[in-house]
């Protein structure tokens, strides 16, 4: 498993937002210079968060994102399953993809779905809030 620049771009703009929870709207050109971003990358991975139902957006002056729940209600598990897809370790054991035809004689099925299964109690353990609260020794 690879974490792809989208997901750990999402956790840092969460993150940044986090910091600054203050109910209200934040602007997408305003997050992409804190975060040193391009407004147009951001926008699509923002709007991922948005139809996952983890940010709300607005229009208008006032406007921009800000988070649908409380960052205490948003996991690092949840960030990266929509902006990753599957997060599995190997690719016949992800989610909404085929079975593979040995799986029902593969010796190593269950070493595989043990580790998704660590990966996702992991990542599930974690919120935006946690990450907003710790510093980047506390996080490594």
């Known amino acids: 498993m690879l974490i792809s620049t989208r997901g750990r771009y999402a956790l840092r703009i969460l993150t940044d937002m986090a910091e ?3 109910g209200e709207f934040l602007p997408l050109k305003e997050l992409a210079q804190r975060q040193n971003l391009s407004e147009k990358y951001l926008e699509s991975i923002i709007q991922s968060l948005v139809k996952g139902g983890l940010l709300e957006a607005a ?7 800000r988070f649908a ?3 205490e209600d948003v996991t690092v598990w949840e960030v990266l399953s929509l902006t990753e ?3 599995g370790a190997v690719g016949c054991h992800w ?6 035809e040995r799986m029902s004689e593969c ?9 998704n ?5 992991y990542l599930s353990g974690y919120t935006v809030a946690d990450l907003a609260r710790s510093g980047p020794e506390e996080t490594a």
């Not at 229009?59 to 994102?65: A, S, T």
Request: hydrophobic content about 25%.
């Open 20 to 22: 600054r929870h203050s």
């Open 59 to 65: 229009r208008g002056k006032c406007g921009g994102y």
């Open 69 to 71: 729940r409380t960052p």
């Open 85 to 87: 897809g599957s997060l």
């Open 95 to 100: 989610e909404g993809e085929a079975a593979c």
């Open 107 to 115: 010796r190593s099925v269950p070493l595989w779905q043990g580790l």
């Open 117 to 121: 299964r660590v990966i996702q109690e």
